[in-house]
Nanobody, 131 residues
Framework: QVPLVASGGGSVQAGGVLGLTCAAS????????MSWFRQAPGKEREAVAA????????YYADSVKGRCTISLGDGRNTLYLQMTSLKPEDTAMYYC????????????????????????WGPGTQVTVSS
């Protein structure tokens, strides 16, 4: 694998759309969870969405469900997060991460949200949503 590199952050108004990209060569096949986390000032880092390369199953936090889509592209070498209907509370530094996940779907329900699942992290990209 090569180091993860996230890009695409920026400033948008509430209700806007933004797409994040993470170069993630080497993680798109196998048993990896590839995820987006975010951390707002003064808050703990939280999992936003994840995708399991073993079956391309996607997971979402309740706070973004219905507004975000995580996907793999470019021959599974790129991780995307498409965000719509952005809210000021989406303002945060966004990180992409990758790590080995369980082949058991029930275990993954818990694993994808845990920072300890992920061994590789990219530098963050800032998303700012103004009201």
């Amino acid at each position: 694998q090569v180091p993860l590199v996230a890009s695409g952050g920026g400033s948008v108004q509430a209700g806007g759309v933004l797409g994040l990209t993470c170069a993630a060569s080497g993680y798109g096949y196998g048993v990896y969870c590839m995820s987006w986390f975010r951390q707002a000032p003064g808050k703990e880092r939280e999992a936003v969405a994840a995708i399991y390369s073993g079956g391309v199953k996607a997971y979402y936090a309740d706070s973004v469900k219905g507004r975000c889509t995580i996907s793999l592209g470019d021959g599974r070498n790129t991780l995307y997060l498409q965000m719509t209907s952005l809210k000021p509370e989406d303002t945060a530094m966004y990180y992409c991460a990758a790590g080995v996940c369980s082949t058991n779907s029930y275990a993954r329900q818990r694993q994808w949200r845990m920072e300890t699942t992920y061994t590789d992290w990219g530098p963050g990209t800032q998303v700012t949503v103004s009201s």
